[in-house]
């Protein structure tokens, strides 16, 4: 945020998206609260993007367009989404949304988050102690974490060798949670199978990198959610009113957590 300092009455931002790494913490002054936008209608977006990137990898639709390419008529197995086992990395706003949408179509339910979560119909693991177990069973893994120090690198050599042999990814995190050359090593190797990626380290994405034409990665313009103008500045709204009536703000950023 430029010239920060020079706004002396300022006492809170809004940030108009859920993520707030693009902010730097240390040149905000601590008398200034930062809100992140917590939104009904951002999260049902994002649940929609999680639901149709599951189905997709589910169905093998990355392996069907290879197919279609060389004019290859091969039918893959057909089975229910209830054989499919699709895990959800951050237990916020987002994550539960999608876990929700993705419960009525009988996926089995993974979580993994920093505190322990209670959510029915998915069963939850905590903590790095508890990565490499949730990671092992999730043959789709959706990213949604906030961006910090503890995520940045999250999705490395290490952990892509922890997921079940040619399991499903989707990146709609920040495009840092992912080691991007090791993804690429783990998709020739087979130890991923496909990706669904929304979110780069570099973005947009630079024109020559690899992931671009990879045959079993799905690019997407950072387009998974956004927040909707109208519901947006109703929460903003709805906030700033909860200030003027002396209740704390709502969805205030730890500067500490960094998110
Ligand atoms: P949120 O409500 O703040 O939830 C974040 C969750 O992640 C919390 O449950 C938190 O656990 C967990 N978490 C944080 N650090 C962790 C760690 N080191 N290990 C394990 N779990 C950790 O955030 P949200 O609204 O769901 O948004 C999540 C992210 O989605 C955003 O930060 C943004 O990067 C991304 N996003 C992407 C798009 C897009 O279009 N692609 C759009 C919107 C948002 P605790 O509560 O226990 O701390």
């Keep these: 945020v430029a010239d920060i300092e020079r706004y002396t009455s300022l006492r809170v931002l ?61 039918p893959l197995s057909i089975l229910p989404a209830a054989t499919s086992r699709v895990g959800v990395m951050g237990l916020g706003q987002l994550g539960q949304a999608c876990l929700a949408q993705l419960r009525h179509l009988k996926f089995q339910l993974l979580g993994w988050n920093r505190s322990a979560r209670q959510i029915d119909g998915v069963t939850t693991y905590t903590g790095p102690g508890e990565l490499a177990s949730f990671l092992s069973q999730c043959d789709i893994l959706v990213n949604l974490l906030p961006l910090t120090d503890s995520t940045r690198g999250i999705l490395n050599r290490e952990t892509l060798a922890q997921l079940p042999r040619g399991a499903g990814l989707v990146n709609v995190g920040r495009g840092e949670h992912v080691v991007e050359a090791d993804l690429l090593a783990a998709l020739d190797a087979g130890q991923v199978g496909a990706a669904i990626l929304d979110v780069f380290q570099q973005e947009p994405l630079p024109q020559a990198h690899p992931l671009w034409s990879h045959p079993q990665v799905w690019v997407t313009p950072h387009i998974a959610s956004t927040m909707q103008v109208e519901g947006g500045a109703a929460v903003v709204a709805k906030n700033i009113l909860r200030d003027l009536e002396g209740a704390e703000l709502l969805h205030t950023v730890d500067r500490q957590a960094g998110y």
């Design 14 to 74: 809004f940030a108009a998206g859920a993520g707030v790494d693009q902010f730097d913490l240390s040149k905000i002054p601590e008398s200034v609260a930062l809100v992140r936008m917590v939104d009904d209608s951002l999260a049902d977006i994002m649940a929609e993007f999680v639901v149709m990137s599951a189905l997709a990898l589910h169905r093998e639709m990355p392996a069907y367009r290879v197919a279609q390419a060389a004019q290859v008529w091969e």
